[in-house]
């Protein structure tokens, strides 16, 4: 059974810095892509950061400059700096497992989310 487990998320200072942890496992084929999204109350699940097969990132406009994702095969670590209090939601990790071309599943990807992490942005 696959499980997306997120920790790192709490209360800090407009300004101030987190970094939020994700790990992966259980699936039978790679994470090819693995990545952070949000949801503020009240709001939509938006995209914050993602990475695909450890190279190419895509951030939201509003974190850019802000925010780095980074990648160690089954985990990915979203470090959070000059953090504002419109950063203030849950946080998700997302885990995408692909078989491979060569596989009789070729093609065929499997979406995975953890349970979330609060970040609040509070002074």
């Known amino acids: 059974q696959v499980q997306v487990v997120e920790s790192g998320g709490g209360l800090v200072q407009p300004g101030g810095s987190l970094r939020l942890s994700c790990a992966a496992s259980g699936s039978i084929f790679s994470f090819t892509t693995m990545g952070w999204y949000r949801q503020a109350p009240g709001k939509e699940r938006e995209l914050v950061a993602v990475?695909?097969?450890?190279?190419d990132t895509n951030y939201a406009d509003s974190v850019k400059g802000r925010f780095t994702i980074s990648r160690d095969r089954d985990t990915a670590d979203l470090q959070m700096n000059s953090l504002r209090p419109e950063d203030t939601a849950i946080y998700y990790c997302?885990?995408?497992?692909?078989?491979?071309?060569?596989?009789?599943?070729?093609?065929?990807?499997?979406?995975?989310w953890g349970q979330g992490t609060q970040v609040t942005v509070s002074s």
């Open positions: 997302n885990a995408v497992a692909e078989a491979p071309s060569y596989s009789s599943m070729a093609g065929r990807r499997w979406n995975y």
């Open positions: 990475m695909a097969n450890g190279e």
